[in-house]
């Protein structure tokens, strides 16, 4: 059973940054692809970042160059380098260990975190 622990969100202003870190446990992590998803209030739950195995990123067209995804194998964990903060941004994070399929699309395990809230507003 994969555990997920979501860190770093809160409230920035527009124009800001924020990273968030989600610790695994209960896998071998460096088997999995990672990806960061988000879901705002009324709407469903987006992927916006993936990595692979191998370290190859994968953004959704609203964060391409706003946001940065990395990994760290030696500490199970995944980061979200979130940089230039909108208010559309506003959502519940969540990070996920799944896997990638042969077209190279991020395909989610079942398991989640509990998430981390993330405000931006002035």
């Known amino acids: 059973q994969v555990q997920l622990v979501e860190s770093g969100g809160g409230l920035v202003q527009p124009g800001g940054s924020l990273r968030l870190s989600c610790a695994a446990s209960?896998?071998?992590?460096?088997?999995?692809?990672m990806g960061w998803y988000r879901q705002a209030p009324g709407k469903q739950r987006e992927l916006v970042a993936a990595?692979?195995?191998?370290?190859?990123?994968n953004y959704a067209d609203s964060v391409k160059g706003r946001f940065t995804i990395s990994r760290d194998n030696a500490k199970n964990t995944v980061f979200l380098q979130m940089n230039s903060l909108q208010p559309e941004d506003t959502a519940v994070y969540y990070c996920n260990a799944g896997q990638q399929d042969s077209r190279g699309s991020f395909i989610p395990s079942d398991s989640w975190g509990q998430g981390t809230q993330v405000t931006v507003s002035s």
């Open positions: 209960g896998t071998i992590f460096s088997a999995h692809a």
């Open positions: 990595i692979t195995r191998r370290g190859v990123t």
